[in-house]
């Protein structure tokens, strides 16, 4: 799955939980304003700490069970490799850059 960010955010791809990225059309500076507050620059060069919870919304899945604990594996394989921050409930992302 992924998260489009273009006049809008959107979670693409919401039933891949093998790969999770931020596909940009623009630079990292516009791309973290577009999530207005729900994500920060990380440490790493194009990496971003995306809200685990805004993830959620952005799925509109809450109620579907599967879904969930799809997505709650793929954290935990993400957490297993340092990509969770359990402090502050984020997820860290690679941006995939335009050509």
Known sequence: ?????????TLEDQDNFE???I??????????SAFAGRAIASDRDNHLW?????IQELANKTAEAEWQAK??????YANSN????????????????PC
């Open 50 to 54: 995306i809200d685990i919870a805004f």
């Open 1 to 9: 799955m992924f998260i489009a960010v273009a006049d809008n955010l």
């Open 82 to 97: 340092g990509w969770v921050n359990e402090a502050t409930n984020q997820v860290e992302a690679h941006l995939q850059l």
């Open 23 to 32: 596909a940009i059309d623009g630079d990292v500076a516009s791309a973290v």
């Open 71 to 76: 997505f709650h594996a793929m954290l935990d």
């Open 19 to 21: 790969e999770f990225h």
